[in-house]
């Protein structure tokens, strides 16, 4: 029997029926279509499935979907504000940090998590609060120094 | 599979007790939702204890804190009280998984996982974390290092869950501290590690001590004999030596995937020493 | 200097390398893809639903090895919502893909825990992995091997009983699991090592390990009930994918279109078929599309690592340092089927070195483990591994800077390469020079700290490549390639067809075209896009510029000869000429429609002259002597790129492939219990370096342009992952002072080796 979940993503009231099984990572892709936050693993090892809830980062595939009911669900979707990238996002595109692109999404997500928390991290900061997001391209050497620029950016 | 979320720990525990196949405890479900999705588990019933009021709290009690049964080991390293009383306890919880993994991950789950490598877990057992365990019995206080019993196995009873964990006050010139060893820096399950808290007394002679090693036999041990070899010393060289050793002679680890029976017996009296030198200067106030 | 000279269509200029002053090339755009990248609109394989789409998974064999004696699918395929179950009796006999077929569904044998047995779809993912246990196999149980040693041994259980060991002469008449010998080199080894002062002479063994992509494999397939198939999903070769997916479903190639997603990752290890055949099979049965998606668990088990190793290298010098004879034997295991990179090892072994005297034999062998696939350099890192750290204890023997010692017997210009031919082009020692020179080098060591040094060689791949220009009517232009993006690719065809054409990179977009709207391209592999699909664009151009200048002679009412095309415009060729204003290529663009129609040029060929590739790689470690622990101080690549299209990307090359050799070298590997099944299937245990564990990857460009591209353009993917394998041992071997002689060189293998030395005093 389907479980009915009211919740909130990107800032919009959404509403969905999940079996209990089902992870939050399923329901985004699967039942939502919000096929940004990615598979990697669906054990909490590569972070590419990152979201927030309730403005803590987390993996959805480490939730139930039937867990985010009355919380707010925050995607790489919602990060840009219409088309103007956030940035977090610009200085990605700027550093050439990324090759494939499929761990971008939660690097996006994790990155600007870490931003809001942390305005002015330091390097070694920034690679303990990444290491749960794997990148197999890039060495993560312009990862970091895209991290480093955006955060630079917003401090002003 | 049914799932639950409850908000009472009474209708949580009766939940627990009615459910004829496997039920299963969620808080963090860091664990779980991959032993799950692995195949490795098939529940039949989830209780979700995040809504119980209380179960996300971190309250002061005598000195000391109560820390709630859902509380993410995020949440307890932002929480400025606990981390300047217990350091190497929220060092041990910040050290499971990721960034990510931390925000949904409880001690509580760490605990009753009841893997031997669990990170959170040795460092409390050195300060006397008390378990508070609800059940259809009512309510028991257990100190937490009887609750794992061996790999994916505890002393809980069918119907009980863990509410609350208790940490007592610190006495004082305490010190506490968690090292473990993992082949990278991150995001690894420990090879060996050891939690361990030492008090001393006004001359720095160290009157207590109790140290826990993690992830070289089937549970969290207690070394008797490496407290013993700390306790009316200075903490000197030849202490801590002995502390190594003891550590080293306690710990009955396996060879597998992560390490060898050599190589974690060893280390985890490297461990041992280099955790007993942070909580030394802990409890000296440095 | 003009940015080019407008050429007839036929003849589009050489492909030798012309000196220029580059407007385009060398800058670093942003990438076409990146936006959607950065925002999560991007769609890799597993984002693409189609109406009414089934799931489909695979059942895969508990058992390393085992005899397939009956499948029953029948409680399967009564279960509500399963609609198709497909096994080996659901595809014909195959003499032309007969390994592929035989991995993507077992036949008389299953040859690896994870090898494929049957598969379902169904209405969802719950119901069909509950149709897998409803699926009953009987399995009879063989002896099983996963070591390459222990697999070459006569008595070995054997995988393939019609498995003779090829380049044997006579070739065997008894099976075993040796798929075949190869040998290279030149000179006499046996007077080289006696014309030696030193001689050091070791084994090695390096594990195998997996490319670690991101994203797994994935795929949406559907097949019409006229037997039209189309399938989207993330592979690096989509025209050999469909060539191999259309003759194992037994379809015409025409009726299949492949489209290639976004690919989440690939390093040789997308260059495979594993699901696409399966799920075009069970689309044709349901009549419905399929999805299929592995998890990471069946990606490390039934998805392509690299080959593990058992190496001996003998080398010897003179007391001055000058290499005397090189002698390397390689062992390596390419999982179930042939494969096993063992002749390119042979070939990259002393690729680094001009010998004299020089020998590298190689042995591909099978074994109980998933079919082995391409990674990066396939087959280079592992022997590179044991003769740069031979070469490391030489130069240490003698007392000399390894550099130095590598620059007295670096291959140079015209030197015979130590695997035949002649080189003729090569930026060896300009890497050696940049490396001597880099301020890494100097920088002072601590305790535990070592530094090594290590060279590498790839080869660098051309091949069947086409490419077509459409120039729109606004003066924009599109590019269509059919070689996958796997690398920011897209960018630096932009990049090259701006170039040439004179125009801003902003009015060039590049796409990757599905199967069915260009001739047919080779895979993305052996480093060869930016060459070969960027030489097709440059060809390409320069046949649009033929055309833009016939048509502004049209324009002018004057002879095609008198007009040239300079920086973006068509312009009278001299005074003679005529007095005109320069007409734009937009301007063009815009008449094109009473001048002939739209203009748009195609190149096809297949690609020669791609440049050899070498790196040079420094690196500081710290070796905790009481865990054995290694922590990475600073890394530093330099590579010859031939000439950097675009120089961000290049880097970024550098730094993935150094990364991955650091994984390889510290953490990674293949864990195997006696009872043949993967111990660590899941990037818990499988160690990718994750942010945390890595300094900043310090890079350095060296350019020796390569004589076969008209930028002087080399490969440059591949060759990053070959050296650090053999630089970390030796800065490790350094720190610690000792020699590792077996990856990865995990802290327990570390602490266990400096107990030994401690042993050994």
Request: hydrophobic share 40%; net charge negative.
């Amino acid at each position: 029997m389907g479980i009915h979940v009211s919740t909130k993503i990107n800032g919009d009231d959404v509403e969905f029926v999940c079996d209990a099984e089902e992870t939050l990572l399923d329901v985004l892709r699967d039942r939502l279509n919000l096929t940004g936050a990615k598979e990697g693993c669906a054990t909490g090892d590569c972070g590419a499935c990152s979201v927030t809830i309730d403005g803590r980062l987390t993996c959805s595939c480490l939730t139930l979907g039937a867990e985010v009911e009355g919380r707010e669900i925050g995607t790489v979707e919602g990060v840009a504000k219409g088309n103007e990238l956030h940035p977090i996002q610009q200085k990605i595109l700027d550093n050439a940090a990324l090759q494939c692109g499929v761990c971008t999404p939660g690097i996006v997500v994790a990155a600007k998590a870490l931003l809001e928390k942390k305005p002015d991290p330091s390097e070694e900061e920034i690679r303990y609060w990444m290491a749960g997001n794997l990148c197999r391209c890039t060495g993560y050497d312009k990862i970091i120094r895209a991290i480093q620029d955006a955060a630079a950016e917003m401090r002003g | 599979m049914r799932y639950e979320a409850p908000t009472t720990v009474e209708a949580a525990v009766s939940l627990l007790s009615a459910e004829a196949g496997l039920a299963k405890v969620l808080s963090g479900g860091t664990d779980l939702l991959v032993q799950m999705r692995m195949g490795m588990m098939e529940p039949d019933l989830i209780v979700d204890t995040k809504r119980i009021p209380g179960f996300g709290d971190i309250v002061e009690e005598n000195g000391g804190y109560r820390v709630g049964g859902a509380v993410p080991s995020a949440e307890l390293n932002e929480h400025a009280g606990f981390t300047a009383m217990y350091p190497g306890v929220a060092e041990g919880a910040d050290l499971i998984g990721s960034t990510q993994v931390q925000g949904r991950a409880t001690i509580t789950g760490n605990l009753c996982n009841a893997g031997p490598a669990a990170d959170s877990v040795p460092c409390a057992v050195a300060v006397g974390c008390v378990a508070r365990i609800a059940g259809p019995n009512g309510k028991r206080d257990v100190a937490i290092e009887d609750i794992p019993q061996a790999p994916g196995k505890t002393s809980l009873e069918k119907g009980e869950l863990v509410e609350s964990l208790f940490f007592p006050a610190k006495p004082a010139n305490t010190g506490d501290a968690y090292l473990r060893f993992i082949p990278r820096t991150e995001m690894d399950i420990a090879v060996a590690g050891c939690g361990i808290s030492i008090t001393l007394d006004d001359t720095g002679t160290c009157t207590a001590a109790k140290v826990a090693i993690g992830a070289v036999a089937i549970k969290v041990l207690v070394v008797d004999e490496a407290a013993q070899a700390l306790i009316g010393t200075k903490v000197d060289e030849a202490a801590l030596d002995a502390l190594a050793s003891a550590c080293s002679a306690a710990a009955k680890p396996i060879t597998d995937k992560r390490g060898t029976v050599e190589f974690r017996k060893e280390v985890v009296g490297v461990l041992a020493k280099r955790a007993a030198k942070i909580a030394l200067d802990r409890a000296k106030g440095a | 200097m003009a940015s080019s000279t407008g050429e007839a269509p036929e003849s589009k200029g050489t492909h030798q390398y012309q000196p220029r002053d580059f407007k385009v090339v060398g800058t670093t755009p942003l990438r076409p893809d990146g936006v959607d990248k950065v925002t999560g609109r991007a769609r890799f394989g597993a984002d693409m639903n189609l109406p009414g789409q089934l799931v489909g998974k695979v059942l895969r064999s508990p058992h390393p090895h085992a005899k397939l004696v009956s499948i029953d699918t029948s409680e399967a395929e009564a279960l509500p919502g399963v609609k198709a179950v497909v096994t080996r009796d659901d595809f014909a006999e195959n003499e032309a893909h007969h390994d592929i077929l035989c991995n993507i569904m077992a036949r008389d044998k299953v040859l690896y825990e994870g090898h494929a047995v049957a598969a379902v779809a169904a209405t969802s993912r719950a119901i069909a992995l509950k149709a897998l246990k409803k699926i009953k196999v009987v399995y009879d149980i063989l002896p099983h091997v996963t070591d390459v040693d222990e697999a070459m041994k006569a008595d070995a259980p054997i995988l393939h009983d019609d498995m003779f060991t090829h380049g044997v002469d006579p070739m065997p008449t008894t099976a075993s699991n040796i798929a075949g010998r190869c040998e290279f080199g030149h000179g006499d080894v046996d007077a080289g090592f006696e014309q030696a002062d030193i001689i050091i002479e070791r084994n090695f063994k390096t594990a195998a390990t997996h490319q670690g992509y991101i994203e797994p494999h994935a795929c949406v397939a559907t097949v019409t009930s006229d037997d039209y198939g189309e399938l989207w999903g993330c592979t690096q070769g989509h025209f050999v994918l469909r060539n191999v997916s259309a003759s194992l479903v037994g379809m015409d190639v025409s009726k299949l279109r492949v489209t290639a997603s976004e690919i989440g990752g690939g390093f040789g290890g997308k260059t495979t078929v594993f699901l696409e055949p399966v799920c075009l099979m069970l689309a044709k049965k349901s009549g419905k599309p399929v999805k299929m998606a592995m998890t990471r668990d069946e990606v490390f088990k039934a998805s392509g690592p690299t080959a593990s190793s058992s190496m001996d290298v003998k080398i010897g010098c003179t007391k001055d340092g000058r290499i005397t004879a090189g002698f390397a034997e390689v062992r390596y295991q390419g999982g179930a089927f042939r494969g096993a990179p063992a002749d390119f090892g042979a070939m990259c072994a002393f690729a680094c070195y001009a010998l004299e005297n020089v020998k590298a034999i190689g042995w591909e062998v099978v074994t109980n483990r998933p079919k082995g696939a391409a990674y990066r350099a396939p087959g280079a890192p592992m022997s590179v591994y044991a003769v740069e750290s031979v070469v490391d204890e030489l130069a240490k023997a003698i007392d000399m800077d390894p550099i130095d010692f590598r620059l007295k017997n670096a291959a140079r210009n015209g030197d015979k390469s130590s695997y035949g031919p002649k080189f003729e082009s090569l930026g060896l020692v300009e890497t050696l020079e940049a490396a001597k020179n880099h301020p890494n080098y100097q920088i002072p060591l601590g305790p535990n700290q070592g530094r090594g040094v290590a060279s590498g060689f790839w080869f660098n791949f051309g091949g069947e490549t086409c490419s077509t220009l459409n120039v729109n009517q606004d003066g924009t232009v599109a590019i269509s390639v059919g070689t996958p993006d796997i690398g920011g690719s897209r960018a630096s065809m932009c990049q090259m067809a701006a170039e040439e054409l004179g125009i801003p990179y902003d009015q060039v977009r590049a796409i990757v075209t599905d199967t069915s709207s260009l001739g047919f391209n080779d895979t993305t592999e052996g480093s060869r896009v930016t060459f070969s699909s960027g030489m097709a664009v440059i060809f390409a151009a320069r046949e649009i510029i033929g055309k833009l200048c016939e048509r502004a002679a049209m324009m002018w009412d004057i002879p095609v000869e008198a007009v040239k095309w300079e920086e973006g415009k068509a312009i009278p060729a001299g005074a003679n000429a005529g007095d005109f204003e320069p007409l734009t290529l937009a301007e063009i663009a815009d008449a094109a429609g009473g001048t002939g129609g739209p203009i748009a040029g195609h190149h096809e060929y297949n690609a020669d002259g791609a440049g050899v590739s070498f790196g040079t790689h420094l690196v500081d470690t710290e070796v905790d002597p009481e865990t054995g622990f290694v922590k990475i101080l600073r890394y530093t690549v330099i590579q010859d790129a031939g000439k950097a299209i675009h120089p961000s990307y290049v880097e970024g090359q550098f730094q993935g492939g150094a990364v991955q050799g650091i994984g390889w070298a510290l953490n990674e590997e293949y864990i195997y219990g006696d009872d043949g099944k993967l111990q660590n299937a899941g990037f818990l245990d499988y160690r990718l370096p994750v942010a945390s564990d890595l300094p900043m990857i310090d890079t350095v460009i060296v350019e020796v342009p390569n004589p076969g591209h008209p930028y002087g353009v080399r490969g440059v993917g591949e060759t990053g992952i070959v050296p650090p394998l053999a630089a970390i041992a030796n800065s490790v071997s350094d720190a610690a002072n000792l020699r590792m002689t077996e990856l990865p060189m995990s802290p327990p293998r570390i602490l266990k080796a400096i107990h030994q030395a401690e042993a050994a005093e």
